[in-house]
């Protein structure tokens, strides 16, 4: 009765197990989306970033590939920072920076961060626009298409970064089987 006249518009039914039929049929329908790491143009490297932004503890982690899938190195860092999307913007520069530095100038870089991924194509938000012009800056001197990618294809970095948040020293992996 309580709802009926709160809202007076919307027909519960006259008995707890009508509206009981009513709440379940307000389930929402799961949708599925396949998620997978796409294969890269043969002369580009494809770089996968992410942070972790926890308790006080931040890292960050990438992973660079060839196209094929084979890793050519993957980092893990500490650092301070005041949020979650300056950490996003802060965990892709090293990778890139390291593409650059070893001639790697053909790369692609991912994401899962949505909003970091907005802020490099169109708009920059105040609080991290110095760590994002710092990124375009090196974009802009390699062939680099910067992309968002689902959370579940970025588990590999994620962990790097959530490994890392507990550690003093950065590290860096050249092989698969060096990674923690």
């Known amino acids: 009765m309580m709802m009926g006249r709160t809202f007076k518009n919307y027909n519960f039914g006259n008995s707890w197990l009508e509206l009981c039929e009513l709440v379940e049929g307000l389930k929402p329908t799961p949708r599925w989306k396949i998620v997978k790491w796409l294969r890269q143009l043969e002369n ?107 959370k579940e294809a970025n588990q590999t970095v994620d962990s790097l970064a959530k490994f890392v948040a507990n550690l003093v020293d950065p590290c860096m992996y050249f092989d698969w089987q060096s990674l923690p």
């Not at 530095?101 to 949505?114: E, P, Q, V």
């Open 44 to 150: 580009r490297v494809k770089i996968n970033s992410d942070s972790s932004f926890a308790e006080g503890k931040v890292g960050i982690g990438g992973v660079v590939r060839y196209h094929t899938g084979g890793m050519i190195m993957a980092y893990s860092i500490p650092i301070v920072c005041s949020s979650n999307n300056l950490a996003e913007a802060q965990a892709a520069p090293f990778g890139v920076q390291w593409c650059m530095h070893h001639g790697y100038i053909n790369c692609d870089l991912a994401m899962d961060s949505l909003v970091v991924v907005e802020m490099l194509n169109h708009s920059t938000n105040l609080k991290v626009k110095e760590s994002i012009d710092a990124l375009r800056q090196i974009m802009l001197q390699l062939n680099c298409i910067v992309s968002h990618c689902f």
